[in-house]
């Protein structure tokens, strides 16, 4: 990665993790569901479709795609390149592998997730 290369991604990088931060700060909840991870679920999704849809009408050089794509959207969110990728198996009519995708990939990082606070929880208990 060269300089300007890693300038690109650190800022969208910086600028997608304040947001979330700005946006999940004070939690706002709906019935048990906590709306501000889903907000930024959304618009991290959002904003990386609009990126996708004008780096290809305005063929942006690769760095736009370091800044926002990687950087902000990465930063914000990784729900982003998930709905991404989900998006592109439904546009290509790939209704199984669509359907395993978020299966996977929900199941696995919920999975990770109750591991993770599983282990966790048993290193400080002994």
Same mark, same amino acid.
């Given at each position: ?15 997608? /993790? ?17 709306? @501000? ?6 618009? %991290?999704?959002?904003?990386? %479709? ?11 050089? %690769?760095?736009?795609?370091?800044? /926002? ?13 998930? /709905?991404?990728?989900?998006? @592109?198996?439904?546009? $290509? ?5 669509? /359907?395993? $995708?978020?299966?996977? $990939?929900?199941?696995?990082?919920? %999975? ?13 208990? $002994?």
């Amino acid at each position: 990665m060269k300089g300007l290369e890693f300038v690109f991604l650190a800022a969208g990088s910086v600028l997608g /993790a304040f947001l979330r931060y700005k946006i999940t700060e004070s939690p706002l909840i709906f019935n048990t569901l906590p709306l @501000n991870v889903l907000i930024v679920n959304v618009i %991290g999704a959002f904003i990386l %479709g609009v990126f996708i849809v004008l780096s290809q009408q305005w063929n942006l050089d %690769g760095r736009y795609s370091l800044f /926002a794509a990687i950087g902000f959207c990465g930063s914000l969110t990784t729900m982003s390149s998930f /709905a991404l990728d989900s998006s @592109n198996l439904l546009e $290509n009519n790939q209704y199984g592998a669509l /359907a395993a $995708n978020i299966i996977v $990939n929900v199941g696995l990082s919920i %999975g990770a997730l109750i591991g993770g606070k599983s282990l966790m929880s048993t290193i400080i208990s $002994n």
